[in-house]
Each structure stands twice: as C-alpha cells, then as structure tokens.
C-alpha cells in the first residue's frame, strides 16, 4: 500500500542518513548482536560463509577495528551484525534506485522476485504489512498481497541448504532476513491507520487512500521540542547511526533482559505482526497522540517511557525469534 520514491529516499538520506527505517541502525543492530549471542556454532559458521557472498563483505570486513588490547576484531560477528541493515542501505544505492522506477509495486510481477543479487529492485513494500483500524468508519482499500509476512516465510524457507537455492539465492535471503525480523517488530511496521480527513487529504491530491502510512502522516512533539512523524519518532526510540560495536557495548551496558520462552519460540511471522499490531493500538496511538493528521501534539512524559518500554522489549524479542529462526534453518 505504501509508495516508495527512490528519488525521495535519497533526498530524506542526505538530511537524516536513518529516516523512515524502522529502528534505523541502532535498533537493528542490536537485534543482530543479540540473535548472534544466541546462534548455535552451527548457525554462526552457516551465516558466516553465506554473508561473504553479499556484494559488501569485503567493505564490512575491512573496516572491523583491532581489539584495544592490539589483537584482530571478531570478523564473523561485525558482519552478522552489520549485515543487518544492507536492505535500508540499497534504498540510497544508485543502481538500485535506478532500477528500481515505478514498476516496483507490491502487485507488480516482479514483488516476490526471489533470484538472489542479480535483483536490483528496493522492494520497498517487503519492510511491512499494514493491517488497517480505523475509528471512525472508514473504509480501506485492499492490501498489499506482497510485504513482509510474504517474505519472511519465503526467504525462511528458501534458507536450508535442503530447500535446493543456490548460496547466491540464500545468501540474500539471509541478508534481508536479519532487516526484516526486526522490522516486523517496530509497531507501525504493522499498522495503518484509516479514517475520513485522510481519505480526503488523499483523494484531494489525486493519489489512493494509503491511511496514514504507518504514522507517516501524524505530527507528535516528543520531550526534545523537535516536531516529528510518529514513524520517526518511533525508529529513533534507540537513536539513529550506530555501529556494530556500539550495537554490542549498548547490549552490554544496557542489557534488555530477554523475552519469556513462549514469546521467544513464537515462530509464525503472521502471528509476530499481530503482536505488533496490538502494540501499536495499546500504545503507538495512545493519548495523547491525536487521530486527526491535521493537529501535532506533544508527547507526556508517560507516553515516552511507554515507548522506551515497549520498543526494548521488542528488540528483544525480536532478537531471539531472529537467532531461533536461523537456528532451525541452518540445523
């Protein structure tokens, strides 16, 4: 249902190099450094040796810094764990923008390509799936047949060397696989609100009813005094540019403790987006957040420390789903 100018996200990288990615860096790389805690040797050599096929490697790998005590850096670890944001990275890579155009829409015949790294297209509608509220009646338009529960489940099961893919094939998977388990888990990567001004404001200027696009088009003031989208708001719950290392020292100073056994096991990434989706209507659009786009609010003190809370818990979670998930696949 969301659009994605290439064009656009370029522009929005310049000014805010993690804009409009769920989490941005710092979140998705601590959900890395902590699914990478939990790999079993197996898994950890399997994603080792698939990652050195990503067209990055040799520019990860080299700029892993030596330990303060002189000796060589934990390669295998800093890739796993930068790895994790290469499909927001693609978005601002010129080939790919490109390639990209206007053709590549969830109903395209090309939105469950899954050809490995021949594929060029930014698929920007793998990152999420809305599923639709509204409080006042409205009506939303189908859904996009293609997003990230689609693809979760097809990179899955592509992922065992038993499924038959070619490394090329399952080292992108893989790839997007470590971006997109975190990204399901940011609550309005699994949600769009609807209602009647928005389907105006839409029609109005001549394009479809897309809701509010995931908080994209709700104005919150949080306690620094800077206007902002809700989605912004909430992809910067761990700030913005991070690195490896700083993903893993945060993980060590600031360890989230790790989620119940039965919330970690969950398996169905349908059942992953539901959660998020409850998260999101609980607290995402919690007073005082107004369901009217038209009027900013400020953010209580409460609503941020909910907000701290709930994304902490869903990095976590998100974490050990994410470690179990390669776990089973590289068995």
Do not use: C
Not at 114 to 135: A, E, M, Q, R
Not at 253 to 275: M, N, V
């Amino acid at each position: 249902m969301r659009k994605f100018a290439a064009t656009a996200a370029l522009a929005v990288s310049i000014i805010f190099p993690t804009a409009s990615y769920a989490w941005w860096d710092a979140g998705h790389m601590r959900v890395a450094a902590i699914a990478y805690d939990q790999l079993s040797p197996k898994a950890k050599a399997e994603a080792t040796r698939l990652l050195k096929l990503n067209p990055k490697y040799a520019e990860w790998a080299g700029a892993v810094p030596a330990k303060p005590d002189g000796t060589a850096g934990d390669v295998d670890q800093f890739v796993f764990i930068r790895a994790s944001v290469w499909a927001d990275d693609i978005k601002t890579y010129k080939e790919y923008q490109e390639a990209t155009g206007d053709h590549d829409t969830a109903t395209g015949a090309d939105a469950a390509l899954n050809v490995g790294y021949g594929d060029k297209l930014i698929h920007g509608y793998w990152h999420f799936k809305d599923i639709p509220f509204s409080t006042d009646g409205s009506i939303w338009p189908p859904q996009d047949p293609i997003n990230a529960e689609t693809q979760i489940k097809a990179f899955t099961a592509a992922l065992p060397a038993s499924a038959g893919k070619t490394d090329n094939v399952r080292s992108y998977d893989l790839s997007w696989l470590l971006h997109l388990v975190g990204d399901v888990h940011q609550p309005l990567h699994s949600t769009a609100y609807f209602s009647k001004a928005l389907t105006k404001k839409w029609l109005d200027a001549g394009k479809p009813d897309q809701g509010d696009r995931g908080g994209n088009e709700i104005m919150v003031v949080p306690a620094n005094g800077r206007a902002a989208k809700l989605h912004f708001y909430w992809d910067g719950t761990f700030g913005g540019y991070s690195t490896p290392l700083g993903a893993i020292a945060d993980n060590r100073t600031d360890k989230i403790p790790a989620p119940a056994d039965a919330l970690a096991k969950e398996a169905d990434p349908a059942i992953w987006l539901e959660q998020s989706h409850k998260l999101a209507l609980q607290f995402v659009y919690a007073a005082p957040v107004a369901l009217d786009p038209l009027q900013p609010v400020v953010l209580s003190r409460e609503y941020e420390t909910n907000a701290r809370k709930v994304a902490e818990a869903q990095l976590s979670i998100a974490g050990f789903r994410l470690a179990n998930l390669l776990n089973e696949a590289f068995k």
